[in-house]
C-alpha cells in the first residue's frame, strides 16, 4: 500500500480560505488555490472535520456537562494568561466526544494528507464565557501521556460564529497578526511554533476543541512541499490518469516522505 489517499476526489475536500479579508465561510473547491495567506507553513483551514450529525451530537453533550477551571491542564507560564473552562478528565461528556472526533479525523484524508499524523491526543474541550480569554503563550513543546512532541496545534470551532463576539484565535507572525474565526465544525491546524492567543469573549460563549499532533514530518515547510506535492499530483490524476508525469511526481513525493519522515 503506497498511501491511503490516491485518487480521492479532490473536488470533495474543503479548504476554507483562512484571509482575514474575505468573509467566512469561503469554500475553496480548488485545492491549487493557495488556502494560507501568512508566511508561516502550513496554517490550514480545513471545512467540516465535523459533519452536521456529529457536530449537532457534540453540541448537546456540551450543553448538558460541566466545566471546570482550564488553569491545571496549562504550563506554568501559560498558566497566567488561560482564562477558560474545560471538560474535565473523567466527563462522560468528553469520553463521547472525544470518540466522535478522533473518528472524524482518521477518516479525514485532506486533515491526514495536510499534517500526517503519528500522535494525536486526544482533544481538550474548553469553554469561553463572555470576559473569558486566553492570553499569548507558546504550546508546551513536549506533553506527556502519552509522551509526544507537539508539531502542529489544532483548533476544531464548535460554535457558530454568529452567536458570540471576540473570541479570535490570533496567530502571531514576524508579519504582523491574523484572526482566526471559522464556522462551527471546521477546523484550523498551524505549527506549535508559533505565539498565538484566544481573545476575549464578549457576548455569546465559544465552544472549542484543541488538540496536539507529532507529526510524521516534523517540518513544517518539509510538510508543506509534500502537501503541494500530493496535491498536484492527484489533480493531475483526476485530470489526465497515470501518465509518466504523474509517476514522477509521485516518485519525487514518495522520495521526499521517504527522507522526511521520522517515527
Ligand atoms: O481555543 C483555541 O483556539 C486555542 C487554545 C489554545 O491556544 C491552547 O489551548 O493552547
Ligand atoms: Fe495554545
Same mark, same amino acid.
Given at each position: 500500500?503506497?498511501?491511503?489517499?490516491?485518487?480521492?476526489?479532490?473536488?470533495?475536500?474543503?479548504?476554507?480560505?483562512?484571509?482575514?479579508?474575505?468573509?467566512?465561510?469561503?469554500?475553496?473547491?480548488?485545492?491549487?488555490?493557495?488556502?494560507? !495567506?501568512?508566511?508561516?507553513?502550513?496554517?490550514?483551514?480545513?471545512?467540516?472535520?465535523?459533519?452536521?450529525?456529529?457536530?449537532?451530537?457534540?453540541?448537546?453533550?456540551?450543553?448538558?456537562?460541566?466545566?471546570?477551571?482550564?488553569?491545571?491542564?496549562? @504550563?506554568?507560564?501559560?498558566?497566567?494568561?488561560?482564562?477558560?473552562?474545560?471538560?474535565?478528565?473523567?466527563?462522560?461528556?468528553?469520553?463521547?466526544?472525544?470518540?466522535?472526533?478522533?473518528?472524524?479525523?482518521?477518516?479525514?484524508?485532506?486533515?491526514?494528507?495536510?499534517?500526517?499524523?503519528?500522535?494525536?491526543?486526544?482533544?481538550?474541550?474548553?469553554?469561553?464565557?463572555?470576559?473569558? !480569554?486566553? @492570553?499569548?503563550?507558546?504550546?508546551?513543546?513536549?506533553?506527556?501521556?502519552?509522551?509526544?512532541?507537539?508539531?502542529?496545534?489544532?483548533?476544531?470551532?464548535?460554535?457558530?460564529?454568529?452567536?458570540?463576539?471576540? @473570541?479570535?484565535?490570533?496567530?502571531?507572525?514576524?508579519?504582523?497578526?491574523?484572526?482566526?474565526?471559522?464556522?462551527?465544525?471546521?477546523?484550523?491546524?498551524?505549527? !506549535?511554533?508559533?505565539?498565538?492567543?484566544?481573545?476575549?469573549?464578549?457576548?455569546?460563549?465559544?465552544?472549542?476543541?484543541?488538540?496536539?499532533?507529532?507529526?510524521?514530518?516534523?517540518?513544517?515547510?518539509?510538510?508543506?512541499?509534500?502537501?503541494?506535492?500530493?496535491?498536484?499530483?492527484?489533480?493531475?490524476?483526476?485530470?489526465?490518469?497515470?501518465?509518466?508525469?504523474?509517476?514522477?511526481?509521485?516518485?519525487?513525493?514518495?522520495?521526499?516522505?521517504?527522507?522526511?519522515?521520522?517515527?
Amino acid at each position: 500500500m503506497v498511501d491511503n489517499y490516491q485518487g480521492a476526489g479532490v473536488e470533495s475536500w474543503e479548504i476554507l480560505n483562512c484571509s482575514p479579508d474575505l468573509p467566512y465561510p469561503f469554500p475553496n473547491s480548488s485545492l491549487l488555490t493557495p488556502s494560507y !495567506s501568512i508566511a508561516i507553513a502550513m496554517i490550514l483551514c480545513i471545512g467540516n472535520i465535523l459533519n452536521p450529525t456529529e457536530l449537532e451530537t457534540t453540541i448537546a453533550k456540551l450543553e448538558m456537562a460541566e466545566f471546570v477551571d482550564g488553569k491545571a491542564t496549562a @504550563g506554568w507560564h501559560a498558566r497566567q494568561v488561560k482564562h477558560n473552562t474545560q471538560l474535565p478528565q473523567g466527563s462522560p461528556a468528553l469520553a463521547i466526544v472525544r470518540d466522535i472526533i478522533d473518528a472524524a479525523l482518521q477518516r479525514h484524508a485532506l486533515f491526514q494528507m495536510a499534517v500526517r499524523p503519528y500522535i494525536v491526543r486526544p482533544v481538550t474541550i474548553s469553554r469561553y464565557d463572555i470576559g473569558m !480569554s486566553y @492570553g499569548t503563550h507558546i504550546d508546551n513543546a513536549l506533553m506527556y501521556d502519552p509522551l509526544m512532541r507537539s508539531d502542529v496545534s489544532m483548533t476544531i470551532f464548535l460554535s457558530d460564529p454568529t452567536t458570540y463576539e471576540g @473570541g479570535e484565535l490570533i496567530i502571531e507572525s514576524t508579519q504582523g497578526e491574523v484572526a482566526f474565526k471559522l464556522p462551527a465544525g471546521s477546523a484550523i491546524v498551524y505549527p !506549535s511554533s508559533t505565539l498565538h492567543r484566544v481573545e476575549a469573549v464578549t457576548q455569546g460563549v465559544r465552544l472549542a476543541a484543541v488538540t496536539w499532533i507529532q507529526s510524521l514530518v516534523r517540518d513544517p515547510q518539509q510538510r508543506e512541499i509534500l502537501f503541494d506535492l500530493d496535491t498536484a499530483r492527484q489533480t493531475l490524476f483526476e485530470a489526465s490518469g497515470k501518465t509518466p508525469v504523474f509517476d514522477l511526481i509521485s516518485k519525487s513525493h514518495a522520495n521526499l516522505l521517504r527522507q522526511w519522515t521520522e517515527f
